[in-house]
């Protein structure tokens, strides 16, 4: 986009700041760790870490990387959301955990709408490991293909999972 897509204006707020209001919502997230590009003065409140990413040049999977890397060791999972998705609706992220927690620390769960995975993707403690070493800018994809055994798709009705805000086009047609 040019500049801090996640500073830009998003229906009477910012984009980052009505992405984090909805995963706030989600009583079952002990803590929500932002990655930035730099640091963030912005106070977000007790359950936000913000961690900053020295290598974001290098793509998503550096971002996902730090964050796994600082999940405390005792971490049963990890759901993993997009900044520039502002539209997710907070009962589905509750629904993405509940559906992963009777299916242990191997499973993956991630969201379907319309036919079309999107996310967020919350993945059991097994997999954290492999978060911890990823890089590049496809940032898990690679991890749910080369698991795709352990991925149990959950069909929603909320196109918000789908709804990246990637252009100035996306902005603009979205808000």
């Not at 997999?127 to 890089?135: C, D, E, Q, S, V």
């Not at 496809?138 to 991890?143: F, H, Q």
């Amino acid at each position: 986009m040019g500049n801090d897509k996640l500073s830009l204006p998003w229906r009477g707020s910012t984009v980052l700041s009505s992405t984090l209001a909805r995963w706030l919502l989600v009583p079952a997230l002990e803590e929500i760790l932002l990655v930035r590009r730099r640091k963030d003065p912005t106070d977000h409140g007790p359950r936000v870490r913000v961690l900053v990413n020295a290598e974001a040049d290098e793509g998503m999977g550096s971002s996902l990387r730090v964050a796994a890397q600082a999940l405390p060791p005792d971490t049963k999972a990890v759901a993993v959301g997009l900044a520039d998705m502002p539209d997710i609706d907070p009962a589905t992220i509750a629904a993405l955990v509940a559906a992963w927690e009777p299916l242990g620390p191997d499973a993956i769960v991630a969201p379907v709408f319309d036919g079309r995975r999107g996310h967020p993707v919350v993945f059991g403690s097994r997999h954290i490991p492999a978060l911890r070493g990823l890089g590049g800018d496809r940032g898990a994809r690679n991890l749910l293909q080369e698991r795709a055994g352990d991925l149990s798709l959950i069909a929603v009705e909320d196109p918000g999972v789908l709804v990246d805000l990637d252009t100035p086009d996306d902005l603009k047609a979205l808000s």
